[in-house]
């Protein structure tokens, strides 16, 4: 079955990094564009980064451009989240997803890793 673990919160000062991984399992990876959301606290989920199944498409929500940058390695089905310049509203539960019409047309069901928690604190 399809499973999206995902590694590499915790508390970071504002200013500072952190890099976020989603391993993946139970599909062909490299067909599906990979994202990643954020829950904080009483706010709904949104979206922060997607990357098409190749990478070569990759999209930012403007509150992280410029500061997140997502990649994948097809190669060990992960997908990435680096974040650099932390601020405080950056904390949340940050979720792998993966979902939808892949590279052949194939339809992937929507699909939650578990979560990290990112905290962003002095």
């Known amino acids: 079955q399809v499973q999206l673990v995902e590694s590499g919160g915790g508390l970071v000062q504002p200013g500072g990094s952190l890099r976020l991984s989603c391993t993946a399992s139970?599909?062909?990876?490299?067909?599906?564009?990979m994202r990643w959301y954020r829950q904080a606290p009483g706010k709904e989920r949104e979206l922060v980064a997607s990357?098409?199944?190749?990478?070569?498409?990759?999209d930012y929500a403007d509150f992280v451009k410029g500061r997140f940058t997502i990649s994948r390695d097809n190669a060990r089905n992960t997908v990435y989240l680096q974040m650099n310049s932390l601020k405080p509203e950056d904390t949340a539960v940050y979720y792998c997803?993966?979902?939808?019409?892949?590279?052949?047309?194939?339809?992937?069901?929507?699909?939650w890793g578990q979560g990290t928690q990112v905290t962003v604190s002095s």
């Open positions: 997803n993966t979902g939808g019409r892949g590279r052949f047309g194939v339809l992937l069901n929507d699909y």
């Open positions: 139970g599909f062909t990876f490299s067909n599906y564009a």
């Open positions: 990357i098409s199944g190749a990478g070569g498409v990759i």
